[in-house]
Each structure stands twice: as C-alpha cells, then as structure tokens.
C-alpha cells in the first residue's frame, strides 16, 4: 500500500512536472518561428553549449547536495526563472528574449525531467520501477494533455506573460510535494561523491553507451521532423494560431501517449520484454519517414494528404512512441545502475548528448538540404535503422538481466 500511495505521489508530481512545461512548450514553438527558421541551428548551437556549461555545475550538485534536497532545490531555481521571464515579457518579447527563452526551456525541459526520473530510482527498486514506472509516467502524460489545453484556451484571453504564472504556480507545488517524498530504498543525508565529470566517462561503458545511442537516434529523427514542421506551419501569418496549433498537436500526441502508457506499456514490458518495445517503436518511426519520402515525390500522394498533416503524424508517432515505451524502458534500465551513474551520467546523456544531436542534427540537415539532397533520405532512415538495431542489443541485454538478476 505505501509503494502505491508512493506511486500516487509521484504521479501528481509528474503531472505538475509536465503541465508546467507543456503550458510553455507551445509559447518556445512560437518564440522558435518569432526568430526565424534561418536561426534555429544557432539556438541549438546555443542551447548545446548553454548545456555544456551546466555540465559540471549539475556533477558539482550531484556530489555535494544530498538527493532529497538536490531536486527539489533545482525545481525552486526554474520557478525563479519562469518568473524572471514573465517580468521581461512585460516589457514585450523582443527577437533576443525569443531566442533566450527558446534556449532556456530546451534546457529545463530535459533536465527538470531527468532529476526527477533519476530521484524515482532512490525511492523504487527495480522490481517496483518495472510494475510503477508506466502508471507515473502515465500521471506525467496527463498534465502533458492539461498543459496544451490550457494554452489553447486560454493564450489568446490572457496573453503569454500570464500563461508563464500559471507555470510557475505549478512548479512550485510539483517541489513541494517532492520534498515530503521519504525513500524507501536510498536517501544518504550526503552527495553522490566522486568526480564532477564522472558521468560523461561513465556514458561509455554499457549499459549507459546503449541507452545514449538510443537518445542521439531519437533526438536527431526528432530535430528532423520538427524542423519541417516549423517549416511548413511557418508559412501561415497569424502567430497566436500557430501557437494554438502547436498546443492542440501537443494534446493529440499525449493523448495517444496516455492511452499507450495506461493500456499497453506495463504489460507489453512484462509480456514481450525490452527488445520489442526498444525495437518496434524506432520501427514504427522508420516506417513513417518512408511515407514522407513517397509524399515528398510522388505529387498524388501529396495531394490526397498535406505534407503538414504528414510531418505532424511522424511527430506524433515518434514522440508518443518516445513518452509511453521507450522513455519507461530507459528509466527501467536506468533504475538498476548505481546512484552515481543514474545522477551523473543520465543527466549527461538526457541534456549534453540529446542537445548535441539538436544541434548537430540541425547542421546535418542544413548542409544536406544545402547541396539539394533530401534529409529524410540521407539523414532520416540512416539513423532509424541505427536505432533499431541498437534499441535490439539494449533490449536484449536488460531481457538477460531481468531473466538472471
């Protein structure tokens, strides 16, 4: 009963987590297109180095703060930048506030995740991680679905700098209840130890160099489809439209998303394994770049669907794919290493790594699309097939330490 009241708790946490985010996420999609398609490979140059920076800063905390007050201290820190940004849109968003909260939110939204996945690891055993994980993620996927909604409503009523409020409102309540939360596993009233820069060493070795390779091929088909996305919804001119777009094709993707996590992921894992869901969902992913291709050449098919409403299926299908199978299934495998490599290493791979491929991945596809070549083909299926091959050895490894612990 306690592991589930924990699982409960944890769930809300997740759901305030993501609604936060999910408010702003549309506004960062704005901000994106404010700045133009021409720039964004600079913001994630930016958001890349910004990211590097905070390597070491996040290895420091790691080894000196203890955990139960690490993560929480870093929620209250991203709720006084939340509000320091709703202070300088006041003054009206400016071409330099666009591009910086662009980077900023690229930032929070994978660290802010990755420390809290990483403190569920103190409070549930691998055992618990494997028959929980789904339903917190579920309870994350939810406040995924209010965030967008929210926006959707509500940014043409009361503008963007209230909608930062809102978010801000809810972080602080998500940090909160994070503090209350006691371990039943590990919570020692000191930090990790070891080197600030430990975890980019401990990435190389398996299981973690797997699972990093697994983000590099998600983040870069991710970048690829989303920047045709912009692309194509940059052409229209009304940006609180494009906002609300982008927010109501949020709610669709995490709509599919909870009906994966809450259906599929916890029995699917127990069922069919690691392998079959690390490698089907990079199939899946593969299988809708080949649709792009036939529709990006064949003008029939072109005509019978807009190639908007196909990039917005391969993101759905990607993210969705990401957020209800392959992102438990990390946190799983995620859940059996020590503390050192869950604090140092995760946050090294989901922030400097994943941030790298969106800036590489944002260059690639520059220089490909630069010489008239076509990125789904020559960057798109390279990496899918890369992906489902390493999501096959990763899977296949954690169905052997699961079936031997």
Not at 19 to 30: A, F, G, T
Not at 237 to 264: E, H, K, M
Request: one cysteine or more; proline letters at 3%.
């Amino acid at each position: 009963m306690q592991n589930r009241s924990h699982a409960a708790r944890a769930g809300l946490i997740f759901f305030l987590l993501l609604c936060s985010y999910y408010i702003l996420r549309p506004v960062r999609d704005e901000m994106g297109i404010q700045t133009g398609n021409a720039k964004l490979p600079w913001l994630f140059t930016t958001t890349f180095i910004a990211t590097l920076i905070l390597v070491p800063v996040t290895g420091w905390a790691a080894r000196s703060i203890a955990r139960r007050i690490l993560v929480p201290g870093a929620f209250a820190f991203f709720v006084l930048n939340v509000l320091g940004f709703y202070l300088s849109f006041l003054q009206g968003v400016s071409s330099l506030s666009a591009g910086i909260f662009f980077v900023w939110l690229s930032i929070f939204n994978l660290l802010a995740v990755s420390l809290f996945w990483s403190r569920m690891g103190d409070l549930f055993s691998p055992d618990e991680a494997k028959l929980f994980y789904g339903y917190v993620s579920a309870g994350g996927t939810i406040g995924a679905l209010v965030g967008p909604l929210l926006t959707g409503f509500l940014v043409q009523t009361i503008g963007i700098g209230n909608l930062l409020l809102i978010s801000a409102a809810m972080l602080t309540t998500a940090g909160a209840l994070l503090v209350g939360m006691k371990s039943a596993v590990s919570d020692p009233a000191a930090g990790i130890g070891g080197e600030i820069l430990s975890g980019v060493k401990l990435t190389l070795e398996l299981p973690l160099r797997r699972l990093a390779i697994l983000v590099i091929c998600y983040s870069t088909t991710s970048t690829l489809v989303y920047l045709a996305l912009l692309e194509e919804v940059g052409k229209t001119s009304d940006g609180a439209a494009r906002t609300s777009y982008f927010a109501y094709l949020d709610l669709v993707t995490n709509i599919v998303t909870l009906i994966i996590q809450t259906f599929v992921t916890a029995r699917l894992t127990r069922a069919a394994g690691f392998r079959t869901i690390l490698t089907a969902v990079p199939g899946l992913v593969a299988l809708s770049l080949i649709v792009l291709i036939l529709a990006s050449n064949l003008p029939g098919l072109g005509g019978l669907v807009s190639l908007m409403t196909l990039l917005a299926i391969a993101q759905t299908l990607n993210r969705a794919g990401d957020y209800a199978l392959m992102k438990p299934a990390r946190e799983m495998i995620y859940a059996t290493v020590d503390a050192e490599r869950r604090y140092k290493a995760k946050s090294f791979i989901d922030t400097a790594v994943y941030r790298a491929c969106d800036a590489a991945g944002s260059w690639l596809i520059s220089a490909v699309k630069a010489v008239g070549a076509s990125p789904l083909i020559y960057v798109g299926l390279p990496i899918a097939l890369l992906w489902i091959l390493t999501g096959f050895r990763a899977g296949k490894a954690q169905d052997a330490v699961q079936n031997n612990p």
